[in-house]
């Protein structure tokens, strides 16, 4: 049996069909393996990278949900990042010590203004954030 000659070139639309077909498969596959990257890199990312972030951004609330984060590592070890982990501790001190100085226990005041100091040692090169911490807490107001 011989076959046509439609039979042994298929039309120019079923090539065009293919090629679309191949194309858009490709795409996929290489779509997949960059969610499977970045799903990983999500999982995988180091916390203390979040708090230089937080820390360029200003954002020090950010750096003190971290720095709980962080505590709570069955092995704290110290990171290049300590001097970022001293400022969270710093603005997490700060806030507590005026909270309770202006509700008035002036015990709880001094445990947190030690605690300020200490992290504050630790700060390093990144003192001026520290500093930018007491400005930020300067402008709160707790109790009119």
Known sequence: MR???AERNPSKTVRLLNIVIIIVATAALIIMVKMIG???SAFNRDPYSSME??????????????????SYDVAPFETAYAEEYNIAA??????????????GNTEMAQR???RMQKAR???GSLQVSADDVDRLLEAIELYP
Not at 57 to 64: H, R
């Open 38 to 40: 970045e799903i990983r």
């Open 53 to 70: 972030y937080s820390l360029q951004s200003g954002d020090y609330a950010d750096m003190v949900r971290t720095y709980y984060f962080r």
């Open 90 to 103: 710093y603005a997490d001190a700060a806030f507590r010590h005026q909270f309770f100085a202006a509700s």
């Open 121 to 123: 040692d630790g700060c």
């Open 3 to 5: 076959k046509t000659k």
């Open 112 to 114: 947190f203004e030690a």
